[in-house]
């Protein structure tokens, strides 16, 4: 499955922006799809969670409250609609899809197959 991300940009902080993350070549559907993002000198980390279904969804910490994760299997596209950002939301956001543990949804990296290129959001102060 060949993944793309998008709806990135610059925001104001307190501002909102929601990530896209649709696919190619198979129904995204089928896989646990999650989001990762990468500041600059900074480790990827976790962001967020959503199991095939979508009954199980996961948040890192630092989002729980101002993000929400959600999938829409009929457009074969999983969202990430993020509020109440700040400058530390600052990063290139990833998705991922998992064809295994697809019924979890897992914050560990490495159960993650298949990977998009990255869409840059950025949060002034």
């Known amino acids: 499955v060949q993944l793309q991300a998008s709806g990135g940009g610059l925001v104001q902080a307190g501002g909102s922006l929601r990530l896209s993350c649709g696919a190619s070549g198979r129904t995204l559907s089928t896989y646990a799809t999650s989001w990762f993002r990468q500041a600059p000198g900074k480790e990827r980390e976790f962001v967020a969670a959503?199991?095939?279904?979508?009954?199980?969804?996961n948040y890192a910490d630092s989002v729980k409250g101002r993000f929400t994760i959600s999938r829409d299997n009929a457009n074969n596209t999983v969202y990430l609609q993020m509020n109440s950002l700040k400058p530390d939301d600052t990063a290139v956001y990833y998705c991922?899809?998992?064809?295994?543990?697809?019924?979890?949804?897992?914050?560990?990296?490495?159960?993650?197959?298949?990977w998009g290129p990255g869409t840059q959001v950025t949060v002034s102060s």
């Open positions: 959503i199991s095939w279904s979508g009954v199980i969804t």
């Open positions: 991922a899809a998992a064809l295994n543990f697809r019924t979890h949804a897992s914050k560990t990296e490495n159960i993650y197959n298949y």
